[in-house]
């Protein structure tokens, strides 16, 4: 799974509030602030299907191999359509059926879909 978020908190939180529910090494997070290296093993893990959740920014949109993504989840809205498209695209390039689902932030109340 690819989770887009809008900033690097917003992927840092994610990332530790989802390896605190599924255990620790379930979700990585990737943005311009992690080391490149960092980077790297994440999207290796990912591509390999050692890491099932990819918390990201920006960083993930374009030009990046990860292999298969079956699901790809947007936390908020992007500044532009075309940006959504571009990371909703993310998914479904086999075979196999893809999802693509919106989650809005609220505040205080933590994630809904929609």
């Known amino acids: ?3 887009f978020v809008e900033g690097r908190v917003q992927a840092e939180k994610l990332a530790y509030h989802v390896n605190q529910l599924a255990g620790e090494g379930f979700a990585a997070v990737h943005h311009g ?3 490149k ?3 790297a093993e994440a999207e290796n893990a990912l591509r390999a299907g050692k890491l099932r959740l990819l918390c990201a920014t ?3 949109e374009l030009g990046i191999d990860v292999g298969e993504i079956d699901l790809v ?3 908020g ?3 532009t359509i075309s940006a959504m498209l571009q990371r909703l695209g993310r998914s479904g390039h086999t075979d196999v059926q893809a999802l ?3 989650f809005r932030e609220r505040r205080l109340r933590g994630y809904t879909a929609r």
């Open 1 to 3: 799974m690819l989770a």
């Open 33 to 35: 602030s992690v080391s």
């Open 37 to 39: 290296e960092r980077r």
């Open 58 to 60: 920006s960083s993930m």
């Open 73 to 75: 989840i947007q936390v």
């Open 77 to 79: 809205f992007p500044n």
């Open 100 to 102: 693509c689902a919106y």
